[in-house]
Nanobody, 119 residues
């Protein structure tokens, strides 16, 4: 059974930092591409950051230079370090994993975790 479990969310003031983690099980972690998405009620889910099995990373323009995605293959865990947070970063954040379609239709999703940035 595949499981992705996010942790590390919460409430932070603008300018602060949070580190999200995504613990996985049931997938061949090191060959999967991984990503963080976020969603605000009433809006489409937004791709925030991707880390490929090759460790190549890409970021949404809105978070470039502030967020860092990383993976720990031996621990089957992914992280998102979020610095200089802004109120517009407030959303439910989801981790995702897929072998081929991480930017279009990931097969595996976490349950989501709330991040709230106060002004």
């Amino acid at each position: 059974q595949v499981q992705l479990v996010e942790s590390g969310g919460g409430l932070v003031q603008a300018g602060g930092s949070l580190r999200l983690s995504c613990a996985t099980s049931g997938i061949f972690f090191k060959i999967n591409d991984l990503a963080w998405y976020r969603q605000v009620p009433g809006k489409q889910r937004e791709l925030v950051a991707v880390i490929r099995s090759s460790n190549r990373t890409t970021y949404a323009n809105s978070v470039k230079g502030r967020f860092t995605i990383s993976r720990d293959n031996p621990k089957n865990t992914m992280h998102l370090q979020m610095n200089s947070l802004k109120p517009e970063d407030t959303a439910v954040y989801y981790c995702a994993a897929d072998r081929w379609y991480i930017t279009t239709n990931p097969s595996h999703w976490g349950q989501g975790i709330q991040v709230t940035v106060s002004a």
